[in-house]
């Protein structure tokens, strides 16, 4: 009967995924590059994760949030990222009905949880800072856990309500997504039927969304500024740089590539747009764990620890 419905609602059994602008003499050097950077991806965020589980050192708040976002990377790269290698590798563009709705979906989710957990992370940084005298009683493990829970309960209920509302519609003709993946933006576009109510509810609730965690982000940072600048200081400024810019980095790289995908009005921008969709779906994944192993102290000292260990096993 499920399967019934899925196929009953569209006369479009798949869809064909344009992919990145490249030339065909090009496919070959622009695979290599993606699976490289898809690897360094998978490994650089696991390699974090394994750190933070066996380094006792690492065992806080911050880490522990960072540990979930590093597996929230993974996912989220993993979403798009294989299925555009193997449509590179073996020029075949379709992906089924129900591949394409199910690809959305988890791409809703992981994006959502990737905004949260930078929201998230943005207000331990703000504990940290502003009330460090309290940041043991505040930011206790009951709290944390919370954060990271509901953080996965909201986004699984946002991805599920634009699944659910999607597939009610019907799409006819024109089968061709401007994208290397299947995104909520495209197929609403391309449907045939009235898709008023899928409209508002991207523009109300992933809105109210959208505002809350980057809004959670800018607020804590604010409050990290006055604080930081009502007695300025070199040492403290100097800690609270060290303490928030690898966050602030991934934020911006993060919201900056993006909001140009999402908030460009031209309709001839399909290259451009695809571009800046390699670079949150691709491109930030794979940085983050660059950006805060280079410039964090505790994340190096593990991984001295961790590599003098296996050493120690030869």
Known sequence: MSSMRWENQSSVSEFLLLGLPIRPEQQGLFFALFLGMYLTTVLGNLLIILLIRLDSRLHTPMYFFLSHLAFSDVSFSSVTVPKMLKNMHTQQMSISYRGCISQMYFFLFFACLDSFLLAVMAFDRYVAICQPLHYTTIMRQELCVSLVVGSWFVCLIHSLLHTLLLIQVSFCGDSNIPNFFCDLSALVKMS???????????????????????????????????????????????????????????????????????????????????????????????????????????????????????????
């Open 192 to 314: 045939c039927s009235d898709v008023s109510l899928n409209e508002l509810v991207i523009f109300t609730e992933a809105g109210l969304l959208f505002t809350l965690s980057l809004g959670g982000i800018l607020g804590s940072y604010v409050r990290i500024g006055t604080t930081v600048l009502r007695v300025p200081s070199t040492k403290r400024l100097f800690k609270a740089f060290s303490t928030c810019g690898s966050h602030l980095l991934v934020v911006s790289l993060y919201y900056g590539t993006a909001a140009g995908v999402y908030f460009s009005s031209s309709s001839t921008s399909r290259d451009k747009d695809t571009i800046a969709s390699v670079m949150y779906t691709v491109v930030t994944p794979m940085l983050n764990p660059f950006i805060y192993s280079l410039r964090n102290r505790d994340i190096k000292q593990a991984l001295e620890t961790f590599v003098n260990k296996v050493n120690f096993f030869k």
